[in-house]
């Protein structure tokens, strides 16, 4: 069985802040890890994903993700963030190599970067 | 040019009628799903076809039922509908069943009174 915990159901951060959104992944095998944004009213738009080779991640709009093995995280993080990265974040996790590629989703993650 | 198009974008509808939401992509890919989204937020998969045939079918009421008739097209049509429906329903496609590289629609917020 695969599964993925977001522990904080709302990020607030100051504009110009890090920002960082947290993840935790439970899978048999090799992770194959993604993030995903949605705004207010939208479908949700693709990051970021994890596959391979490098643990940091870079993706679209600035964003970036480090996939850590022994603690099981793939945190998704922003150096500077802006109040356009309000947003809903999700992280999903399937297993690679094999399987249904089914994807399985977090509960999502709030952030609200003030002003 | 909308990449993931879903129709109709907004259904309120009265508990026991049939309904159905229409999707299409224009990218050329292989796999197209359907998700669910509560009032939580929460993301769950129904349906997932890869070149009209069908991959993953999660425990999903036998009310439901995906149709591809081509692999740019998936519906979904939803018979004798309960209040516990109402959700806002996504389609996605990927350029094939192993990427998770998943591009959604807009939505479509079903509402049933």
């Known amino acids: 069985a695969q599964s993925v915990a977001q522990p904080e159901d709302q990020v607030n951060v100051a504009e110009g802040n890090p920002l960082t959104v947290k993840c935790t992944y439970s899978v048999s095998g090799n992770p194959y890890l993604f993030w995903y944004v949605q705004y207010p009213n939208r479908g949700l738009q693709f990051l970021l994903k994890?596959?391979?080779?490098?643990?940091l991640v870079k993706g679209s709009y600035g964003f970036e993700a480090e996939f850590n093995k022994s603690q099981t995280s793939f945190h998704l993080k922003k150096p500077s963030a802006l109040v356009s990265d309000s947003a809903l974040y999700f992280c999903?996790?399937?297993?690679?190599?094999?399987?249904?590629?089914?994807?399985?989703f977090g509960a999502g993650t709030t952030v609200t970067v003030r002003a | 040019d909308t990449a993931v198009s879903q129709t109709p974008k907004y259904l309120v509808t009265q508990m026991g009628n049939d309904k159905s939401i229409k999707c299409e992509q224009n990218?050329?890919?292989?796999?197209m799903y359907w998700y669910k989204q509560d009032s939580k937020k929460f993301l769950k998969i129904m349906f997932s076809?890869?070149?009209?045939?069908?991959?993953i079918n999660e425990t999903v009421p036998n009310r439901f039922s995906p149709k591809s008739p081509d692999k740019a097209h998936l519906n979904l049509h939803i018979n004798s509908l309960e209040l516990g429906d109402s959700a806002v329903y996504f389609c996605?496609?990927?350029?094939?069943?192993?990427?998770?590289?998943?591009?959604f629609g807009e939505g479509s917020r079903l509402t049933v009174l």
């Open positions: 999903a996790v399937r297993e690679g190599g094999r399987g249904d590629y089914k994807l399985s």
């Open positions: 990218l050329g890919h292989d796999t």
């Open positions: 996605a496609s990927s350029q094939d069943r192993r990427t998770g590289e998943l591009f």
């Open positions: 994890y596959i391979t080779g490098d643990n």
């Open positions: 076809y890869n070149n009209k045939e069908l991959i």
